[in-house]
């Protein structure tokens, strides 16, 4: 959890140079708010990554390439991880184990 906090911090410092984070805990869920004010990215070519089951080959690249890897690692780490329609907030979601 913490490799995809980290990402989403780094993204926000790297698009907006300000980030506001809020946490929260509802039931079981972990909800970790990331928001920068840059002006966001296109989150329509993110979801379509996501939807796109990845072979072994592009996922490699993906781990070795300058960007688009932050994702993959939120993706990763979490059980779901959910973009604004401007681009410039993530929410990262994980269950507690009890």
């Not at 300000?18 to 002006?39: E, Y």
């Not at 990215?41 to 070795?64: A, C, R």
């Amino acid at each position: 959890m913490e490799v995809a906090i980290n990402e989403a911090l780094n993204n926000g410092f790297y698009a907006g140079g300000r980030v506001h984070i809020r946490l929260r805990q509802m039931g079981d869920t972990l909800i970790i708010s990331v928001k920068d004010d840059g002006p966001g990215f296109d989150t329509k070519e993110v979801n379509l990554q996501h939807k796109n089951e990845m072979n072994t080959e592009e996922f490699d690249e993906l781990l070795e390439a300058e960007g688009g890897r932050g994702v993959l690692l939120m993706r990763t780490f979490c059980d779901k991880v959910i973009f604004n329609a401007k681009g410039n907030e993530v929410l990262l979601m994980k269950k507690l184990v009890r």
